[in-house]
């Protein structure tokens, strides 16, 4: 089917852990994300999220634990909320493996390991995928992460992302600019794998980071992965709008999307990239199945197992808020945080009380929930999109791998019908495929400015 219509993009939202958004539901009888530590577990997962021609799988991560709610990590080790959680850079290969299409975003925290490291691990992965890595880049917002990576604590939020910025020249210069196009020759009669004319150490001597060396790697086929972030406080907007290709980002209506994401494309037409150069992104769940009365019925069911309570605590460690301090109607006292800004925001614009963030996390998380036939849930995401002005979503899980099963089986064949979702994969690298522009970063993006000169 061809068609002019705006085609949706779609991530499933996972975690390398039990508990990642709707917590409480690894009790369902059906769940099997028990099996995080096992590889048949994410392959599974990987070809059924490729059988529905998903973009990709968008990994979050988190360093540290949420011991802010009661001032204890102890409901966070009883639900499992993001708590035990494993390295999800170490499932890609094995995903990889076993598709051909699927894209992997992948969270690490940029204050955790050295830009110089931290480049050649994301070229090898771009390697091995042939390019379908993403990084989701993230400064972190959690003390108790800090803490036990050596600090004192938390540092300021803005300045968090200031850092970042170094972060990113850094692994810039290596990624586009240590090795020229043609600096791998493979030439066995001559004896010469590269060409030492064609490859150059980096010198970086920023405000936070010192980098003297050779890239590792030879170019891959992004060299930069495909950047994903999700900063939406005023000034993660503005490190979005330098280095963003994908966004996502938590909104509670279609005009609270709309709102966002025109700032955000605003905001990357003025940093001279355009309007279109970000694909944004928002958070949702869906419960669907044949007919409505079955989608009620199996919503009331991961309703029964969900736990509201561990949702709020992941919400204090977002806000930084003890949530347990407060009675169910008092007023909550919303400052400014050092944590996520842009949930506090979120709370404080709607006046969230302790009794209306469980009722937002009946099902355990905060994201919207749809619910309904494939028919009346692709209606809904077409609204989404066109109302709020995004691209796609990630696809919080409920019940794994159900949740994504009935996406897959219910709704996916009703958006092809409607000229809404992609019938197969486009070709190329996982950026390509999203933008269509070529594999490599565009020549508006600031990485761009790092590459080796095409003229020498």
């Known amino acids: 089917m061809t068609t002019d ?26 769940d099997q994300s028990h099996l995080y530590t096992t590889l048949p577990y ?13 973009d990709g799988l968008f990994l979050a ?19 499992a909320i993001q708590l035990p959680v494993n390295d999800p850079a170490m499932l890609i290969s094995a995903m990889a493996a076993v598709t051909e299409n699927l894209g992997f975003g992948v969270t690490a925290n940029q204050s955790a390991e050295a830009p110089y490291l ?7 992965l771009d390697h091995l995928t042939q390019g379908r890595i993403g990084w989701n880049i993230v400064t972190g917002y959690l003390d108790s992460a800090a803490r036990a990576l050596g ?5 300021e939020h803005d300045s968090r992302y200031d850092r970042a910025d170094d972060y990113m020249e850094v692994l810039y210069k290596l990624w586009e600019g240590s090795w020229a196009d043609n600096a791998v020759r493979r030439d066995k009669a001559a004896r010469i794998y590269a060409d030492p004319a064609r490859v150059r150490p980096i010198a970086h001597d920023g405000p936070y980071y ?19 972030q999700a900063g939406t406080s005023g000034r993660g907007r503005a490190f979005a709008a330098r280095h963003g290709e994908c966004i996502f980002i938590t909104a509670t209506s279609p005009p609270a999307a709309r709102k966002t994401a025109r700032q955000l494309r605003q905001e990357a037409a003025d940093a001279g990239r355009g309007a279109d150069a970000l694909r944004i992104f928002v958070g949702i769940t869906i419960v669907t199945g044949e007919t409505d009365a079955i989608a009620r019925e199996k919503h009331a069911d991961y309703l029964a197992h969900a736990n509201p309570e561990a949702g709020l605590a992941h919400f204090s460690a977002s806000t930084g808020i003890d949530f347990a301090q407060y009675d169910l109607d008092a007023p909550i006292t919303y400052g400014v945080s050092n944590a996520s800004q842009s949930a506090v925001e979120v709370a404080r614009a709607a006046g969230w009380t302790r009794r209306r963030i469980l009722e937002e996390a009946a099902l355990g998380g905060r994201y919207p929930v749809l619910v309904g036939t494939g028919a009346e849930v692709a209606t809904a995401l077409g609204q989404w999109v066109e109302e709020g002005e995004i691209d796609g979503f990630n696809i919080t899980r409920t019940v794994v791998p159900e949740s994504y099963e009935d996406v897959i089986d219910h709704i996916v064949p009703v958006l092809q019908e409607r000229g809404l979702y992609k019938t197969a994969y486009g070709e190329g690298s996982f950026r390509n495929r999203l933008f269509g522009r070529g594999d490599r970063l565009p020549d508006t993006h600031v990485g761009a ?8």
């Open 42 to 54: 994410w392959t599974s997962l990987a070809r059924t999220l490729e059988r529905g021609l998903f």
């Open 449 to 456: 400015s790092h590459r080796w000169p095409s003229a020498t």
């Open 118 to 124: 931290f480049a050649r691990r994301f070229s090898t």
């Open 5 to 30: 219509k705006k085609q949706i993009l779609f991530n499933a939202f996972g975690m390398n852990c039990v508990g990642h958004i709707n917590h409480g539901l690894w009790t369902h009888p059906r």
């Open 61 to 79: 991560d988190i360093i540290g634990v949420y011991d802010v709610y009661g001032g204890s990590a102890d409901l966070t080790l009883r639900e």
């Open 210 to 228: 010192r980098s003297h060396g050779i890239h590792l790697a030879e170019p891959s086929r992004q060299r930069t992965p495909l950047l994903y």
């Open 151 to 155: 600090d004192t604590g938390l540092s």
